[in-house]
């Protein structure tokens, strides 16, 4: 596990923090620290700018080869970016999603046609991406799939029916990757393909969901008879499972310390509020202010360890952990806030949903303990698939 830095990794770390500097000003200034979880509504269009702004600068795909128009970086230095980033304030990526988990699944698994059909628009920050994998049915059960895709009379396309929900942005996405069972009669893993869908068509349908906090960057999406090309299938047919699980070990790399960047920001907010407000001086906000602090330095030694390993999509022990520590950390930050804001926490700035920063972190952080995997899906991954334990206890 490497923790410290080269003077070269140092050398980078203040180009890319003056980069920043002087780009995250003028028509960009408004975007500092917003457009993270719980506030991804914000500014959609000038984040899409922004994006495009990023890209000039060659601050898109860093960590891609340079044969998919990536700059190469290191993994240190990617580390870098991503925590410079957070540390100056950049918006909440709208390009995420596509650089974080389209482009290295279409480098491990997409043919050469669709790297150089597919990665230019997400690299110049022209084409954003969403993510059609949780359904009604299936959540944490991601294996309950029941969207459908079946070939035309002609084989030319894929016709896809059925229903995603949880979908992040998909209102401002062009293209949605869809996990869906092409396999009829299949159950349970077997069966699955992933294709890739153009969101701008008549047999698609968004709808979004509104949360505690009065925002609507979830959604559900509804598939009738959509269609994408067979050129569209990424790997064949039933090989959708696997990558699948390899494009979630994607996104348990080098953006988890720019998510822990963002981290510190919030933890660094309420300890501003508490030395401002008095909270400081009570003993036991004092300690759980500390607990949060070293908890999130936990975070960062455990992700440098999963940084330590290939870069493959394979999900190391360390990756496996990671979900259910960040998230119970992240949850009883969003309670700390609330206890350091004390009766203000009870108060809203306007009606109905005039959250100050804090209270919308609270809120959000409900869900962080069941999105992206419910913590009792999490211990059996953990159990079953790090530890090696049996599915079901054996009877004598």
Known sequence: MKIGFSSADEAFREEIASWLTRHLQGAFAALRFRGGP???????????????????????????????GGRGLSISQQVIFHEEYARAGGPGRMGHIGEGLVGPTLAAFGTLAQRQRLLPGIREGRQFWCQGYSEP??????????????LDARGEHWLISGQKVWTSLAHEADWCFVLARTEPGSVGHQGLSFLLVPMDQAGIRVQPIQQLTGTCEFNEVFFDQAVTSVDNLVGQPGDG????????????????????MQFHNELEEVMRLAQANGAARDPLLRQRIAQAWSGLKVLRYNSLRMLSGPQDGSLCREAMIYKLAWSNWHVELGKLAMDVLGDAAEVLESAPYGLSRLQALFLFTRADTIYGGSNEIQRNVIAERALGMPREPKLR
């Open 241 to 260: 499972w696997k990558i699948a699980m390899a494009l979630l070990g994607f996104e348990r790399g080098v953006s988890t310390l720019g998510q822990q």
């Open 137 to 150: 049915g299936a959540g944490s059960d991601l294996a309950n799939v029941q969207t459908r895709a079946r």
């Open 38 to 68: 719980g506030d991804e509504h914000s500014f959609p269009a000038e984040r899409k700018a922004w994006e495009r702004e990023l890209a000039a600068g060659g601050w898109v795909g860093v960590g891609w080869k340079p044969e998919d």
